[in-house]
């Protein structure tokens, strides 16, 4: 057993007592764990309201050995997830898309697998979904697209995944979800039926690929746009999840 410090973002909780809380943590120093928050469900508990889903803070830990449940002794809070809500529906959008991030990030990543620049690119995504200015269709595809590339299943855009001919952005292109990339029209045979991907679309996400969180979530994109690009994203997703996410249904961008 050691006792080890961390900023984390709270993804999960699950009820153990009537009194305890089984939290998953994303950190920067470790990545993903759970520990057992003893008294975390008392309405004067030892932690206040540090454990909100999708809260950010500093926590006290004692890791124990493989197979056994770590313990959370301290837990102090550092910002809460407040989107700002100039319509309800709009609200309730941002708050759904920041419970989509988490259920990703918990359910494509290792356990005590550090990835700073994934706990980075998670905070960012949460404080850009709390703007008014920030669209959250383009801030939920733009976090798809980074934790795809992050966790290294981003399809291949650059070359058919066939015959490795360059994608032309004149060409016609379908998505191979198992083989992550894309099939000229060539290589596209009925065994390799795929969905079709536009030029647009394509040079959309190549877009998204270099931007930053923030630049990201001021792109409009019609509905057209982000449909199809988040046609492509979710279906790798769910390749590599093997189910469609559960929040995924609480978002009103089609997919």
Known sequence: MSLE???????????????????????????????????AKRLKGPFDAALDLLSECRIVFIRKSSGSLNLLTEARLNCRFQPQQPGLTDGLIRLYAGYY????????????DPHAELFDLTSATLRCLESADCHPGAIVLNYEIKLLLQTGVFPNLTECAVCGAAVELTGRYAHWVSQGGLLCAACRSEEFAGSSVSAVAIEILRRFCELTTAAAGRIRLTPQQLSECRRLSVSAIVSVLGRKPQTLRYLPFAD
């Open 5 to 39: 410090k961390a900023e984390a973002l709270v993804i999960r909780q699950v009820d153990f007592s009537e009194s305890s809380r089984v939290v998953t943590f994303f950190s920067r120093e470790f990545g993903r764990f759970s520990a057992l928050a003893k008294g």
């Open 101 to 112: 991030a988490a259920e990703l990030l918990n359910g494509l990543t290792e356990e005590f």
